[in-house]
T-cell receptor, first 111, second 119 residues
Framework: RKEVEQDPGPFNVPEGATVAFNCTYSNSASQSFFWYRQDCRKEPKLLMSVYSSGNEDGRFTAQLNRASQYISLLIRDSKLSDSATYLCVVSVYGSNYQLIWGAGTKLIIKP | EAGVAQSPRYKIIEKRQSVAFWCNPISGHATLYWYQQILGQGPKLLIQFQNNGVVDDSQLPKDRFSAERLKGVDSTLKIQPAKLEDSAVYLC?????????????????FGPGTRLTVL
């Protein structure tokens, strides 16, 4: 089992719709969680950190479920510009902090 | 504020050749990362520096890959000799360490990457 798993997609979603995807992690000692966004042939950029209480940033909502070991990302009123790959990142403390990256979920917003 | 700089942007070499990539992080960022991203996969951490010291190189194929950050600022990643499976984008990122020295809590800023093709 991979340490961080994501549905690769693609998720094809009409503009204006709501879309959600999850990321599961295997290490219960995981401490920090992040969503990064990566546009085609570009570098990843931080979208949002995921806090235990959940957090919202405009149309984006991130949730953490420690019991089931997954994080989620919800995008409301999706825009064409939301088309990208969304990468889940989990930090685990071993001998030092390690960041484990998922393979990403590809999202395509269609007009 | 200038971002993370990387060069070259593209490199094509034949297998068994050597190649080097350069990265200049954001000014003041003590933590520097090199990632390998193969098409369709997430970034894989190769090596992490804190200033000029190595924090984590557990996934660096040390028989062929090497990296240094001698003065704690810019860094080079070298592959010698290259294999076909090394074809990937090599991403450099930097971040501020937190007060408790847990760099993973801080946002990583990525450079544009170097796209390596090994023929």
């Amino acid at each position: 089992r991979k340490e961080v798993e994501q549905d690769p997609g693609p998720f094809n979603v009409p503009e204006g719709a709501t879309v959600a995807f999850n990321c599961t992690y295997s290490n219960s000692a995981s401490q920090s969680f992040f969503w990064y966004r990566q546009d085609c042939r570009k570098e990843p950029k931080l979208l949002m950190s995921v806090y235990s209480s959940g957090n919202e940033d405009g149309r984006f909502t991130a949730q953490l479920n420690r019991a089931s070991q997954y994080i989620s990302l919800l995008i409301r009123d999706s825009k064409l510009s939301d088309s990208a790959t969304y990468l889940c990142v989990v930090s685990v403390y071993g001998s030092n902090y390690q960041l484990i990256w998922g393979a990403g979920t590809k999202l395509i917003i269609k007009p | 504020e200038a971002g993370v700089a990387q060069s070259p942007r593209y490199k094509i070499i034949e297998k068994r050749q050597s190649v080097a990539f350069w990265c200049n992080p954001i000014s003041g960022h003590a933590t520097l990362y090199w990632y390998q991203q193969i098409l369709g996969q997430g970034p894989k951490l190769l090596i992490q520096f804190q200033n000029n010291g190595v924090v984590d190189d557990s996934q660096l194929p040390k028989d062929r890959f090497s990296a240094e950050r001698l003065k704690g600022v810019d860094s080079t990643l070298k592959i010698q000799p290259a294999k076909l499976e090394d074809s990937a984008v090599y991403l450099c990122a930097s971040s501020f360490p937190t007060r408790d020295s847990s760099p993973s809590y801080n946002e990583q800023f990525f450079g544009p990457g170097t796209r390596l093709t090994v023929l």
